[in-house]
């Protein structure tokens, strides 16, 4: 496998790209032949694929059995709403520290350290009968997913810089496809087994997989390949620049509205006369819509012009999302759930917008992680305002229209991204190093 590079420095983009091939130094062996740099982007972009799957599992199957947990463990309901807002918290905080980590520690080496520190907080929380350190080890298994959040932009950028958007459709399909699975299955498996531990802890064994990926670039230790790029003079600071706020608010608000729907979208159609059981479905029906979604919407981001129409899609999509649930909540269900679900679309995209707002690995990298960790702060207050509004009107509209406006802002900042430029050319952006 041709071993891939460990510079923060992105290689130029050749002209034409054969598919699935990684920008890498030379083989190992000293070959010349494109065949093991093909190997080397096919095992490069599994691994990739692998690790997206794992991106929510720990959350969305905890959220399945939260119940069964509460009750095992003997926490109180107070704790139980910590473990619920603690992935939004532990996804600021902790990826903001990934900038910091991949300046002393090669990206693959630290994916394969997340990947393992995400499956040993996996197995040992369910080993625990402590509640507290039930909430103190899903922190270790989120700690692992904050910084792969952070890492997978950068790395699509570094290894598949030609076929970004595609590659970018590609794993947040399996970050999708990773949530709803857990989320479906968690129950089921602890049902099988009799135990919520085992449903909750299965969950380790994805995790250890999709570090095998990266294991053999992790343990090699070869010299970064020479940079073809112009690398920045000083340490990127994406908090001084207009495009890292507009990125962050675009990544928070549009976060703050699918944390909404996964809390409340089912109570609102319970509300509207469904049962409970069709409610969770019409719920599970939203991430299976997006399926496709998540698919496409990378690759239209990285189409010349195409991501300011994309930006106002989405925005028109969730906002007759949102009106319909306002106003004809029972009659109108799949309508709304199917544009709830381009609407989510903005996930991807954004996803994708990180990539191409940064001309280098280390801009990537610093976008990236100043995007999702203040974005992941705003998102932790869609659920608490929601059901805030909802607990003191007792019904949806005043919780809906804080939705809308939310999308207006969320369109203001799209807006923003839409226009082509590079973090590393915004006025404050790199800060000179201290000699």
Partial sequence: ?????????????????????????????????????????????????????????????????????????????AMAGLITTMPAIAFSVLGATTPWLVRRISPARLLAVAMAVLAAGQVLRVLTGNPYAFVALTAVALAGVAIANILLPML?????????????????????????????????????????????????????????????????????????GAAPTGRIRPARTRLGWAMALYFGVQSLGGYAAMGWLAQMFRDAGYSAQYAGLLLALVTAFGIPVALIMPSVATRPGALRPAVLLLSTAMAAGYLGLAFLPYEGALLWVALLAIGHGAFPLVLATIGLRARTAEGTVALSAFAQSTGYAIAALGPLLVGMLYAATGGWHLPIALLLVAVVVQTLAGLALARPRFLEDEPGAVAARPR
């Fill in 1 to 77: 496998m041709t071993p891939p590079p460990t510079s923060l420095a992105v290689p130029a983009a050749p002209r034409v790209e054969p598919p699935l091939t990684a920008v890498a130094g030379p083989p190992a062996d000293g070959s010349t032949g494109s065949g093991p740099a093909v190997r080397g982007g096919l095992v490069i972009l599994v691994g990739i694929l692998l690790v997206a799957l794992n991106l929510r599992t720990a959350v969305t199957s905890l959220g399945a059995l939260l119940d069964e947990v509460r009750v095992g463990l003997g926490a109180s309901g």
């Fill in 156 to 228: 699509v950028k570094q290894y598949f810089p030609a076929r970004a958007g595609l590659v970018t459709g590609a794993y947040s399909m399996s970050l999708t496809i990773g949530t709803a699975t857990a989320a479906a299955a968690a129950v089921p498996v602890a049902h099988a087994f009799g135990s919520w531990r085992v449903g909750l802890g299965a969950w380790a064994f994805l995790a250890a997989v999709a570090l095998l990926p990266w294991l053999p670039a992790a343990l090699r230790r070869t010299r970064p390949p020479a940079s073809t």
